[in-house]
Structure formats: structure tokens, C-alpha cells
Nanobody, 120 residues
Framework: QVRLVESGGGLVQAGGSLRLSCAAS????????MAWFRQAPGKERQFVAA????????RYADSVKRRFTISRDNAKNTVSLQMNSLKPEDTAVYYC?????????????WGQGTQVTVSS
């Protein structure tokens, strides 16, 4: 069974840091674009960051640029999101997702999410 399991969420004060991790299993994810999304209560799901299969290309939402860093370890089938200088508006459930070729930008697998709460 293909699974994505997020971990590392929690409660942190504004200005603090958290590192989220996503463990993938059931197949290799080395050829997939891996990404993080987030969703706050009453709001639409928002793209946060993505990294390509080679780990060379990354993309970030404007709201998290210069604060968040996405990385991956294909040997371990994991993807991480280092979040620094956290703000209350970063509060959301964070999801990891995998996008496989040949059709891209339709994410094929999703985790259940991990809660990140940033207090002021």
C-alpha cells in the first residue's frame, strides 16, 4: 500500500523553527516531484514548496520564500520542510504530496497531514 506519513508538526512561538518530515512507502518516489501544501481552517489548500526528482529544482510560494527550505533523500524516500522564522499566518495543517509522470501537476498521493500552530 502506498503511504505518505508526515511528522514534526507542533506548537511553536512566532520566530521559531520546525522541521517537517514525510516518509513515503509502498513504491519508489525517486522519479516524482514531491511537494508540501497547507490548509488553514476555512481556507483553500495552498501550495507551499516543491522539489523535483533530481533535487536540483525547487519552487516556493512567495509567502514562504527565504524562510522555508524543502529537501529530499531519495534513498530513504523522504522529503523534509525546514521552516524558520515562523509566523502566526503559517498556522495550518501541512500535507506532503507526490506527483508522478507522465501527467504532472495532478498530485497522485497525499499524506494525512500534520498540524503546525504558531503562536504570537
Amino acid at each position: 500500500q502506498v503511504r505518505l506519513v508526515e511528522s514534526g508538526g507542533g506548537l511553536v512561538q512566532a520566530g521559531g523553527s520546525l522541521r517537517l518530515s514525510c516518509a513515503a512507502s509502498g513504491r519508489t518516489f525517486s522519479n516524482a516531484v514531491m511537494a508540501w501544501f497547507r490548509q488553514a481552517p476555512g481556507k483553500e489548500r495552498q501550495f507551499v514548496a516543491a522539489i523535483n526528482w533530481g533535487g536540483v529544482g525547487t519552487r516556493y510560494a512567495d509567502s514562504v520564500k527565504r524562510r522555508f527550505t524543502i529537501s529530499r533523500d531519495n534513498a530513504k524516500n523522504t522529503v523534509s520542510l525546514q521552516m524558520n522564522s515562523l509566523k502566526p499566518e503559517d498556522t495550518a495543517v501541512y500535507y506532503c504530496a507526490a506527483d508522478f509522470p507522465p501527467v504532472m501537476n495532478d498530485y497522485d498521493y497525499w499524506g494525512q497531514g500534520t498540524q503546525v500552530t504558531v503562536s504570537s
